[in-house]
């Protein structure tokens, strides 16, 4: 494990979640909002994201396991922990931390869509475009990234520095 060296200030990521918020507002008026927020790496996200935006607004979770082998085969997205509520009619924003591959949210975008909402729009913190593998439409980025391994505000290694209030790259 090498150092840790800052990739985005927390101003920096307020102002540019409040940005995306004030985004969020405009496009869908007065209109009602379920988040998703994917466990755990989007929840501090999701937290900030959600006090910015101006419209009635519900937080639901789901939580999603991808194992990354050599096979690369989307089967190895496993569901571990399921919407409670039906999301059928709504307007929702699936709300991510990072897009790396895409295989996550190819898996989970068709589940959801499965569930007949009336809406489905794609928010994630950090796009890492040069990893893509799977094509997702994203409608809500707050920055793009270099392909380096990032940890903090919410993202983690092994399970930690997900508490830092920055993000941060692993320098090796
Ligand atoms: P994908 O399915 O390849 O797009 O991977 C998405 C998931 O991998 C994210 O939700 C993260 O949990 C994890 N991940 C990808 N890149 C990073 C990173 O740089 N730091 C921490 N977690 C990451
Ligand atoms: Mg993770």
Redesign the pocket.
Known sequence: MGDLKVLIKEEELQERIKKVAEQITKDYENKEIVLIC?LK?STFFTVDLAKRIDNPLKIEFIQVS?Y?DSTESSGNVVMKLDLKESIEGKDIIVV??????????SYLLDYLKGKNPASIKLCTLLD?PERRMYDVQVDYVGFEIPD????GYG???GELYRNLPYVAYIES
Request: a negative charge.
């Open positions: 994917i790496g991808s990354h991510e931390d990072i897009i790396d591959t895409g295989r996550t949210l890492k380096k391994f990032v940890v993202l983690d290694f």
